[in-house]
């Protein structure tokens, strides 16, 4: 078997414990796996996994409009077209401003002189990094006012599997951003498994739904986990039914442990922290991975 399996961990909503778990399971995989940090728009494994970077790159995503003042007759198209308000009009010289300019390149179009051009649009950095547990992850920060995370996820993912190949790691561990939206989307792009953290609440019942409906799509096996199981037996049992009839494999319940947040105050994972949680971990491990092999295998 030669082709990189990854599992990529879900969780439709924040909150989950979604980040406590990839990382749990990328201390238990060590040298086997490399580690994605797909939750770019609000990344904080890099917090947990202490990574020491390797290599640094800028990221441009979309495009901003810039106007030359030697070219620009100050006429004032370009801010009559503008719909978001990006371009003013002071001490007789004719700006935008970046944060404001989405990028539509109206103003260029219109503009008499061709004063202004559309420049690449410094959004955020992505690195290669070094970590405790032997292994190297791939992890990015995206500035604000940044755009197109999607972009940025797709960057994430794309140096991950270079990585697992040249280090001959089997496996990618990659902790998906919440939501539904289009960073989850690229999250998911390529991936064998989809492990999908909940919680007993009718929130995250209702947000597991709806990531599992944008998983099918991408053919991933789905996995749950539910986490905080004991908080509600009674949304938790709810919850085991409906992954019962979407012939979705329950994993393993994890009880409400407050070594999650304290691991987290620490700058810890939770598997090296506990020894209890540690054990769910490794069950949960072990059958992620056998459920991403015999995908490859089938
Ligand atoms: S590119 Fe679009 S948003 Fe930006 S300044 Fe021009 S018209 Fe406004
Ligand atoms: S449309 Fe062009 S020339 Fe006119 S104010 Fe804008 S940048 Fe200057």
């Known amino acids: 078997m030669d082709s990189i399996r990854e599992i990529v961990v879900l969780s439709g909503k924040g909150g989950t414990g979604k980040t406590s778990v990839a990382s749990s399971l990328a201390y238990l995989a060590g040298k086997e796996a490399i580690l994605a940090d797909c939750d770019v728009d609000a ?44 371009i003013s009009f002071s001490a007789g010289v004719h700006t935008i401003d970046n944060l404001s300019c989405e990028g539509c390149g109206y103003c260029s179009r219109v503009c008499p002189t ?43 993912k794309k ?32 991936a064998k498994v989809a492990l999908l953290v909940t919680e007993p609440t009718m929130s995250a019942l209702h947000d597991l739904k709806r990531v599992l409906f944008v998983v099918r799509r991408f053919n991933a096996i789905p996995l ?16 085991k039914i409906f992954a019962k009839s979407e012939k979705i494999e329950h994993l393993a319940d994890i009880p409400f442990n ?21 054990g769910i971990f490794e069950s949960v491990w072990e059958k992620a ?5 015999s995908s490859v295998q089938n």
């Open 224 to 239: 749950l986990v539910i986490n905080k199981s004991d908080i509600n037996e009674a949304v938790s049992e709810e919850i």
């Open 159 to 190: 140096n991950a599997y270079r990585m697992a190949k040249e280090r001959g790691c089997d496996y990618l561990i990659t902790d998906g951003a919440p939501g539904i939206g289009c960073p989850v989307v690229s999250s998911l792009s390529g």
């Open 43 to 86: 990344s904080n494994l890099h917090l947990i996994m202490g990574p020491d970077i390797i290599k640094k790159e800028l990221f441009y995503g979309g495009e901003v409009a810039q106007i030359d003042i030697e070219t620009c007759i100050q006429c004032g198209k370009c801010k009559e077209v503008c719909r978001f308000d990006a």
């Open 289 to 293: 991975k056998e459920v991403a092999d």
């Open 114 to 156: 061709g004063a202004i051009t559309m420049m690449p649009r410094l959004s955020g950095e992505f690195y290669i990094s070094g970590i405790r547990n032997g292994s190297q992850m791939s992890h990015a920060k995206l500035f604000a006012g940044g755009e197109n995370s999607g972009k940025l996820v797709a960057t994430v």
């Open 258 to 278: 407050t070594a999650f947040v304290e691991s987290m105050g620490k700058a810890r994972i939770v598997a090296e922290e506990n020894q209890f949680l540690k």
